[in-house]
């Protein structure tokens, strides 16, 4: 079965500060990672994916994530932190041996950055 | 990038009628797309699986004479609020994957505020 967790549902940081979202994972297979970003009152905006590779990925916004299939993990991570920052991050994973497309989501977790 | 167009983006009815919800990729094909539900503060909730051509395959707990939706085409499915109350009430997002992509990435719309009076 697959599942995400995120641990913490509130991450506090100050602008300049470095952030780390936390995710971890659990696929009967080889995943497909995704981090997702939702502002309020919107739809959910694609961050970046990992699907092969280079364990370090590059996303929109200054964002980045490392996949660490020892810790099942893709922690989402950017060295400066900006105020604009402030959203709710959703974590999802899907099994490559699936043919739904469908995704699993975490709970999401909301990163507020303050001044 | 892929755009999935969601309309409409609020709305209002009382309680007993009925709503329909759009969802539409503009720029790509989709046989399939994810309808879900949020709460305030909480995370995505699938409702259902739209494959376009044939019958949703809805999640349990959901009850498909109530949400009705329908995939006509590779770039429209529709949601259907049937006789709306106001539990009914909540954050409606639609998702949808390129058919010609093999890593799922699911494009979403940018969700619908149902509120029931």
């Known amino acids: 079965a697959q599942s995400v967790a995120q641990p913490e549902d509130q991450v506090n940081v100050a602008e300049g500060n470095p952030l780390t979202v936390k995710c971890t994972y659990s696929?009967?297979?080889?995943?497909?990672l995704f981090w997702y970003v939702q502002y309020p009152n919107r739809g959910l905006q694609f961050l970046l994916k990992y699907i092969t590779g280079d364990n370090l990925v590059k996303g929109s916004y200054g964002f980045e994530a490392e996949f660490n299939k020892s810790q099942t993990s893709f922690h989402l991570k950017k060295p400066s932190a900006l105020v604009s920052d402030s959203a709710l991050y959703f974590c999802?994973?899907?099994?490559?041996?699936?043919?739904?497309?469908?995704?699993?989501f975490g709970r999401g977790t909301q990163l507020t950055v303050w001044p | 990038g892929a755009v999935v167009s969601q309309h409409p983006s609020r709305v209002i009815c009382k309680s007993g009628t009925s709503v329909k919800i759009e969802c539409r990729s503009l720029d790509f094909q989709a046989t399939t797309m994810f309808w879900y539900r949020q709460f305030p503060k909480q995370s995505l909730m699938l409702m259902a699986t739209s494959n376009e051509g044939s019958k949703a395959t809805y999640e349990q707990g959901v009850e498909k004479d109530k949400f009705l939706i329908n995939h006509a085409s590779l770039t429209l499915s529709t949601l259907t609020v049937t006789s709306a109350h106001p539990e009914d009430s909540s954050f409606y997002i639609c998702?949808?994957?390129?058919?010609?992509?093999?890593?799922?990435?699911?494009?979403f719309g940018e969700g619908s505020r149902l509120t029931v009076l």
């Open positions: 999802a994973v899907r099994d490559r041996g699936s043919t739904l497309g469908r995704l699993y």
């Open positions: 696929v009967s297979g080889n995943p497909y």
């Open positions: 998702s949808a994957t390129d058919r010609h992509s093999y890593t799922g990435e699911l494009f």
